[in-house]
């Protein structure tokens, strides 16, 4: 089973930046798509953003504009650059990688980190 491990979160004033890390064991296939989802509490986990193998993004409106999903090219890594944040961005942070196809839909993807809290404050 693929493993995956997040790390980057932290605490930030409203308009503040943080880099979200991702690092996915040997036996994550290089062809998934990779992304980030969170979860507030009292609200269901929702996808933030993805990037395919081929370096094909997609990003939810909520933070398009703001946010930079890349993945490294010599390692399983993910990385979600946030600038701009504000407090509806408070969540927990998940780290997800699959077969493409799903899209922003969390019920899709088998393989998930632990989970990086993110809070923003006004």
């Known amino acids: 089973q693929v493993q995956l491990v997040e790390s980057g979160g932290g605490s930030v004033q409203a308009g503040g930046s943080l880099r979200l890390s991702c690092v996915a064991s040997?036996?994550?296939?290089?062809?998934?798509?990779m992304g980030w989802f969170r979860q507030a509490p009292g609200k269901e986990r929702e996808g933030v953003a993805m990037?395919?193998?081929?370096?094909?993004?997609v990003y939810a409106d909520s933070v398009k504009g703001r946010f930079t999903i890349s993945k490294g090219n010599a390692k399983d890594s993910l990385y979600l650059q946030m600038n701009s944040l504000k407090p509806e961005d408070t969540a927990m942070y998940f780290c997800?990688?699959?077969?493409?196809?799903?899209?922003?839909?969390?019920?899709?993807?088998?393989?998930w980190g632990q989970g990086t809290q993110v809070t923003v404050s006004s």
């Open positions: 040997r036996d994550n296939d290089r062809r998934y798509c």
């Open positions: 990037i395919e193998s081929d370096g094909s993004t």
């Open positions: 997800t990688s699959d077969w493409c196809g799903g899209g922003l839909r969390s019920t899709w993807y088998r393989y």
